[in-house]
Structure formats: C-alpha cells, structure tokens
C-alpha cells in the first residue's frame, strides 16, 4: 500500500514511515519541509494522490486553544477534502487517552474538535489515543522547576515510549477502519512526582522533587482519566529501562 503520513518528520512520524517502509509498504513523509502545508492546503492533493491511507501525527504548534483547534480541525478537514478527492480508503489520526474527560484542558478541548472533524467527514477513519509519551517527562519536569526544585502534581498516568505509540500507529494504517479509537499505554501506573524522581535517580543533575498539587498542566486530573481503564491495551516498554538506553 501507498501510505502517506503527515507529520512524518517528527518525533512519532518519523518512526511510523520506518516501520511501514520495514514491512514492506510506499511509506511517504509529508510535512512542510517537503512542501506540503496541511493549513493551507498547499502541496496537500500532490502528496496524497494514489494514496491508500494517510496517517496524521501532526501538532499543533501551540498549546492554546485557540490556535490549536483552529490548526487541528483546518487540517484535518483539508486532508478529509484531499483524500476524498485522491481516493484515500482510511485515515488514521493520533489523539490522546482521556481527551473527551478533561473538558478544562483548552488544547485537549482541541483535540476533541480534532476527533470530531474526523468523525464528521464521511471517511472511513481510526483513532489512535495514546497515553503521555516517556519523551515528555523531562519537558514537563523542565517547565515545572523553580531553582532546584522540581514542582509536580501526584497526577496517575501510565506512560509509554513513542516507539510503542509509532508501533500502534503503524499496525493501525496497516489495518481495517475501526470506525472508532483504539487506546495505548505503557506497562505500569505512575505518579507524575514519582516519575520525575525516577528520572533524577537515573539522571541526577542538582534538582529534587517536590509535590505540589497546584503544580502544571496535569494538576488536579483524577485518577483513571489519563491512564485508561483496566482494558486498555499496554505496550511493553518500561520508564526505568527507557531511561537507559539513552
């Protein structure tokens, strides 16, 4: 199959287009850097003509909310016009595990008009909602440091590797339509302030934890919302043995 993936340059793009090129399928990046600009469209009917699938694992470059629906569903009306035109038979779409329970979050509110501009547009689709990437940690330990310390909620998550996340997307592009979403996440239930003292034992560097309930994006989410029931399907890869094969 012709496999088109947009955002294929990134951190998960980049390893979707790796996997389906391994086995055996035309796996093309698509992004700016190669001409195609899903906001406006440009480059967009090019890129997806004689496509059988395209995958979306595009971010929106900002975290308001504002600015992030207006990029999630602008693009993704414009691949479901492209792909219509083209002849895609399935568009797959990375979102996030508990996106429809935190109504408080704006660029999570984005990612649900995101869902639903897919929903809506008449193409056979799958949903791919993973759970917080391992990569993010230290970003989201970075943006909560005051001096030394360390400032994070006790937020439950269940965490999982990008290369686990690129895999779910990948077996999903390769697969039937769900008509629906498939969760992911990793092996084992984690407390964000644990997490951040898991990192700085493997990787110390001056700083210390402190739990602060108020602390972050994340403060105050209840458990079960970001880490998916007891059915939700767990990767293998563990945040101790991730951290070690950097």
Do not use: C
């Amino acid at each position: 199959m012709r496999i088109v993936v947009i955002g294929g340059t990134g951190l998960i793009g980049t390893q979707v287009v790796r996997l389906l090129g391994d086995s055996g399928h035309d796996a093309v990046a698509a992004s700016p850097s190669t001409g195609v600009d899903t906001l406006s469209g440009q480059g967009l009917t090019e890129a997806l003509r004689g496509a059988d699938v395209v995958v979306d694992v595009t971010n929106s470059p900002s975290f308001e909310e504002d600015v992030a629906r207006d990029f999630f569903v602008r693009s993704t009306r414009n691949q479901i016009a492209a792909g219509q035109e083209t002849g895609v038979r399935h568009h797959v779409a990375l979102s996030i595990i508990g996106v429809d329970r935190l109504p408080g979050i704006g660029y999570y509110r984005a990612k649900v008009a995101q869902e639903e501009a897919l929903r809506d547009g008449g193409v056979p689709y799958s949903v791919v909602r993973a759970a917080q990437f391992f990569e993010f940690v230290g970003p989201v330990m970075d943006m909560g440091t005051q001096g030394t310390e360390v400032r994070l909620p006790s937020t439950q998550l269940r965490p999982i590797a990008s290369a686990d996340v690129a895999r779910a997307v990948a077996d999903a592009a390769q697969g039937q339509p769900l008509g629906n979403f498939r969760e992911i996440a990793g092996p084992e239930l984690h407390r964000l302030d644990r997490l951040g003292e898991i990192t700085l034992a493997a990787r110390p560097d001056g700083r210390t934890v402190v739990t602060d309930e108020n602390a972050g994006l994340f403060a105050g989410v209840p458990d079960g919302i970001l880490t998916g029931d007891e059915t939700v399907e767990r990767a293998a890869t563990r945040y101790e043995d991730w951290l070690k094969q950097d």
